[in-house]
């Protein structure tokens, strides 16, 4: 009987023990699927894996998610679970090459070793890189507010993307930012009409450039149209007038021009616009287009003079794509300031006893002024130079040189991807400064004699298979990446 009892004892204990938790690592159990977020998914697309863990047990545990394809490792973050809690584990994989792979993920405990929880297999597609295309398809010019664009951006099948448009003034020295905005791309062609204004001296082409958003494509793209003309002998010139010569406010001014075209390219028909010194319109006319080795003489006729003084005119023969301008310093002349000669004495005494009471009342204002000045100066200069500070953030570029013609190139500071030098059309690829921070990192090594390993930047303890190594590991700590290597 006995021994009967006894038998039975170990019966029981060798049918319960499989399911018997033996450690705090075996209290922590799967509670769902693993999930994929963010698909679908495309080359350099980020891959978020998910899975929420209980902890049964009775002490407090630390677990991460770890994913694995194609022997490169992902390890989530470490995270404490209370007793009786269920907790999200996170992993983040880049996809960097297309196609169907297998997901391998393990639910790894972390005590005084790594030891694996639960694990399973899965599937994730990724496809191609999507493609971001920009066109510039017009240029238009108004006098009164410069520039505008007709532009369009194209992306290739796949999900809606966060992108930045940046439109540029390019001049000899620098690339001028005239807009920039954010967008969500659907896939296909969205266009926009943009207002730019007026372009700086020297301008002779505006630039679009896209840039995407948490996201990457292959080439950062652009596209560019001229403004100013590549025909280095048009003219325009005064050839008599004006007519008065010193014109009175509402005068109508006559003045004959030149215009010469004496390259080798015919340019079209045009206009001639003339602006004072304010920039006020005082005129638009029309201009016949003019051959190779030829010239004209147009008569322009301002029907109303607006300057009281003396004012720089500008005159500017816009055709095609091509600008070329000229000024006339004039002299106006106002006839409310013409006095006729007159036989009326004057008292000079009470001139100057006026001229006495006058000062005092001017200096007496200006002891006023000057004091309220002095209250507000401080604020006023903060003020200012807080302005000049952001502008300065705004505008903050950095120095490249064209690998070609050395040609030194302004960018923004932060800017990484496809640069197109203006002068030789060369297209060379422009990273920012961390490059050599990520290259470093990407070099690092580390290599133990089991399956747990150390991170080589911080202290954090990671778990790479040992029989899959050479293999890459990322640190779910510092997220660098390193070889983990065999000993």
Request: charged share 20%.
């Amino acid at each position: 009987m006995r021994v009967q009892r006894r038998l039975t004892i170990i019966l029981v204990i060798v049918f319960f023990l499989p399911i018997t938790s033996i450690s705090a690592g075996d209290s922590a159990t799967q509670t769902g699927d693993l999930i994929l977020r963010n698909g679908p998914w495309h080359v350099g697309d980020e891959i978020e894996f998910s899975i929420l863990v209980h902890n049964g047990g009775s002490d407090t545990i630390s677990s991460f998610l770890e994913i694995e394809i194609q022997g490169d490792y992902s390890n989530g973050s470490s995270i404490q679970i209370e007793p009786g809690n269920s907790v999200e584990l996170k992993s983040i994989y880049v996809g960097l090459e297309s196609g169907i792979f297998a997901v391998n993920w393990t639910v790894n405990e972390v005590s005084e070793n790594i030891t694996e929880t639960f694990s399973g297999i899965t599937e994730v597609m990724i496809s191609e890189q999507q493609l971001l295309f920009a066109e510039v398809y017009s240029v238009d010019y108004d006098y009164e507010n410069g520039y505008s664009i007709n532009w369009g951006a194209n992306l290739s099948n796949g999900k809606s993307r966060l992108i930045n448009a940046g439109i540029y003034f390019v001049t000899n020295e620098d690339y001028v930012l005239a807009s920039q905005m954010d967008l969500i791309l659907e896939p296909g062609l969205r266009t926009s009409n943009t207002m730019l204004g007026i372009a700086p001296d020297s301008t002779y082409k505006i630039e679009v450039i896209l840039t995407p958003i948490d996201w990457t494509t292959s080439t950062i793209p652009s596209s560019s149209q001229d403004i100013e003309s590549e025909i280095s002998d048009l003219t325009i010139g005064i050839a008599s007038g004006p007519t008065p010569e010193s014109p009175t406010i509402g005068d109508v001014v006559k003045m004959t021009v030149n215009i010469g075209n004496n390259g080798d390219v015919d340019v079209g028909s045009g206009i001639i616009v003339v602006a004072d010194g304010q920039k006020r319109m005082l005129g638009e006319f029309n201009v016949p287009s003019v051959k190779s080795g030829a010239s004209q003489t147009i008569e322009l006729t301002l029907n109303e003079w607006m300057s009281t003084s003396t004012t720089t005119l500008e005159l500017i023969w816009i055709m095609d794509d091509y600008i070329t301008k000229t000024n006339i310093e004039i002299v106006s002349s106002n006839t409310d300031e013409i006095v006729e000669g007159s036989t009326i004495s004057v008292n000079w005494m009470s001139v100057i006893i006026g001229i006495g009471l006058a000062l005092s009342v001017v200096f007496g204002v200006r002891i006023i002024s000057v004091k309220n000045q002095t209250e507000h100066k401080e604020t006023k200069t903060y003020s200012t130079r807080t302005q000049k500070v952001d502008e300065k953030e705004e505008t903050e570029k950095r120095s490249i040189n064209c690998p070609s013609c050395s040609k030194l190139l302004q960018v923004p500071e932060n800017y990484s991807g496809q640069v197109k030098c203006p002068s030789c059309l060369t297209q060379f690829s422009a990273k920012a400064d961390t490059k050599n921070e990520e290259d470093l990192t990407e070099e690092l090594t580390a290599s133990s004699e089991d399956d747990v390993i150390g991170c080589p930047k911080c202290d954090q303890v990671l778990r790479v298979p040992y029989d899959k190594r050479p293999a890459k590991a990322r640190c779910p700590a510092c997220k660098c990446i390193f070889n983990a290597l065999a000993i």
